[in-house]
Structures are given as C-alpha cells and as structure tokens.
C-alpha cells in the first residue's frame, strides 16, 4: 500500500518534471507485487527529487522561437519481455512543452526498428502539438526538427518505397513516412 501511494505520487511529479519519466514509468511497472529493491529505489527518486528542487524549466522569449523535438529508443531495454523503450520531449521557446517515456506495445528486432516506432509515435505527437499552438494563435509554418541519431531508420522513413525486409513493422508505424512526405516534420 505504502509503494502504490509513493509511485502515486511520483506519477504526479511527473507532469512537471520530465526527468522523472523514465523512472517512475519503470517502477509503476511493479505496483501489484513490489519487492522490498523497488520501495528503495522508489526512495532513491525521492531524494533525486529533494536534492534538484531548484531544477524547473525556462521559457525564453527570444527571435525565432523554435518548436523542435528529441526522440531516442532502445532495443529491447526491459529484459522481461525483450520490449524497447521510446522517449521524446518537445521544446518550445527553450523549454519542454510535452515529454513522454513508453515500452514500445510490441517488440522490435532490430535498432532501426525501434527508432523507427519511436520516431513515429513522436511524429505524432509533434502535429498534435502543431494542432494546439494553432488554436492558441501561434503557427508553426516551419518544418519541425525531429533529432534521433539512428541513420538507417531516418532513411528508411525517407523512402517511400515499401521493402521486404520492412513489411513485418505495424502499418500505424509508417505514419512517419506520411509526415515526412508532407513536410510537416524534418529528420
């Protein structure tokens, strides 16, 4: 009960530091049956958390002020079920505007794959938040920059052509392609 309220609580912080994603989504991960090694590190975030109280983020109001986004994956980074992991965080102004951190819903077999998902997922999420700052009254006519370091998956988003050795990846996922082609993200 003590673990179920703690992670609770972080899950909270976690709307306003980004920092904490990662962590608290791995941790959520054993709410049913927790051991006593995940109470101590839930403790351990604890006291990331009382030791970077003056951490907070900073908007700037500087010419031009970029919307850009930063994704990264890995190949399967949780050993329970071989699943990658994605993470992404959107900036706006300097500051981060959206963040998120997720196992990948299935497995990836290869590195380029699961940058690949990841990037897609974050592409998604980049015309939401296109969609939001136009109803605010700010638009965003230039291409969002999507930074990811693997090269094989941005040229395998770039390429329109359909391979064989692409044809196993969920057809949700190739909305990356369609995003690229619009002219609605950068690589």
Not at 35 to 42: G, P, T, V, Y
Not at 44 to 50: A, F, I, M, Q, T
Not at 57 to 64: E, G, N, Q, T
Not at 102 to 114: D, H, I, M, N, R
Request: glycine content about 6%; aromatic content about 12%.
């Amino acid at each position: 009960m003590q673990y179920r309220q703690l992670i609770g609580s972080l899950i909270y912080l976690t709307i306003t530091r980004p920092d904490l994603s990662y962590p608290v989504g791995l941790l959520s991960q054993f709410m049913q049956t927790p051991c006593d090694i995940h109470l101590d590190c839930a403790k351990r975030v604890l006291r990331y958390v009382s030791g970077t109280m003056d951490c907070d983020i900073l908007y700037k109001m500087a010419m031009p002020i970029r919307f850009e986004g930063y994704t990264d994956a890995d190949r399967a980074g949780y050993k329970a079920d071989r699943r990658s992991t994605f993470r992404f965080v959107f900036s706006f102004g300097g500051g981060a505007i959206s963040w998120s951190s997720k196992k990948q819903p299935t497995v990836a077999l290869s590195s380029t794959e699961a940058e690949y998902m990841g990037a897609a997922m974050a592409a998604c999420e980049a015309i939401f938040l296109k969609r939001i700052l136009k109803d605010l009254g700010i638009p965003i006519k230039d291409l969002t920059p999507l930074y990811y370091e693997n090269m094989s998956s941005i040229y395998l988003a770039r390429n329109t052509v359909f391979h064989a050795r692409t044809k196993h990846i969920e057809v949700h996922y190739h909305v990356i392609r369609e995003r690229v082609l619009a002219g609605d993200v950068d690589l």
